[in-house]
């Protein structure tokens, strides 16, 4: 039997509880850490459930070729990638038109936060390798990538968190992992700035009446704002370690 037809029979409620036992409104065990590589001016690592995800940001530095300088401000680029065997089927390298569409939100989504205007005519460059992939990787990745800015030392005025809400058997539901997300009945990502509650992304992808969508909204926006929380713990850890 193929993986569809087994998972059309895969119940993915039981009993108040999920596949992998969690509560409706409860997120996948999240670890963070900062400063995983020695290279870029800044990096960050993100375990999000079954995502394995891994940010680099190099620069503030000059932007080439010149007709693409900004004299207002620097280029916030954002580089998503998956990398081949972040996947059950092997994911064939290089950008592809999921990758490009990630790629151009998370980036909008930084260029909200970071003062790009002190730094003109300059280039922030941001990458995101996706190891693992268990659903919510641009929800990862942007949450990772705005701790690498952090730990970069780019001044931003907030930092961004992201987060997934759907629906599920009729079910809404917080953060999607794979099963749910493939065999559920919508996908809502967001990311908020945690400070203002600005929603600087939002995507949908199903269909949800509009008392669900405000529903899953709400959920999404308090899982955004849990994953806000873990973010400062780790960057005040970080700078306390730092000061020992
Ligand atoms: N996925 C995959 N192959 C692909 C793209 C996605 O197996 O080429 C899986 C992967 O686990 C991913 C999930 O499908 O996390 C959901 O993908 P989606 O496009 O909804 O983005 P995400 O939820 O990861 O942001």
Redesign the pocket.
């Known amino acids: 039997m193929s993986e569809a037809e087994n998972t059309k029979e895969l119940k993915l409620l039981k009993d108040g509880k999920r596949l992998d036992g969690r509560d409706y409104d409860q997120l996948r065990e999240i670890q963070m850490q900062l400063g995983v590589l020695k290279r870029p001016q800044g990096s960050a690592y993100l375990k999000w459930g079954?995502?394995k995800v891994i940010a680099a940001v190099y620069g503030p530095r000059e932007l080439h070729p010149k007709f693409l300088q900004d004299p207002t401000g620097a280029v916030i680029r954002y580089t998503y990638n998956?990398a081949p065997f972040?996947?059950?089927?092997r994911?064939r390298p290089g950008p592809?038109r999921?990758s490009v569409e990630?790629s151009k939100i998370s980036a909008e989504a930084l260029a909200s936060v970071v003062q790009v205007t002190e730094y003109p005519n300059t280039v922030i460059d941001v990458f995101v390798e996706?190891l693992q992939?268990?659903?919510?990787?641009?929800?990862?990745?942007l949450t990772c990538a705005s701790l690498a800015l952090a730990d970069a030392g780019v001044p931003m005025k907030d930092l961004v968190a992201s987060c997934?809400a759907g629906k599920i058997e009729g079910e809404i539901v917080l953060d999607?992992m794979?099963e749910e997300?493939?065999y559920g009945e919508c996908?809502l990502?967001i990311a908020v700035l945690p400070n203002s509650e600005e929603i600087v992304l939002l995507q949908m992808?199903g269909h949800l009446t509009r008392e669900e969508f405000t529903k899953a909204l709400d959920l999404a926006k308090v899982g955004c704002m849990q994953i806000a929380k873990m973010q400062k713990k780790t960057l005040l850890e970080a700078v306390k370690g730092g000061e020992e």
């Open positions: 079954g995502n998956m972040s996947v059950d089927d994911k592809d999921r990630i996706v992939a268990d659903a919510g990787t641009r929800c990862a990745g997934a999607l794979k997300d493939n996908d990502p992808d």
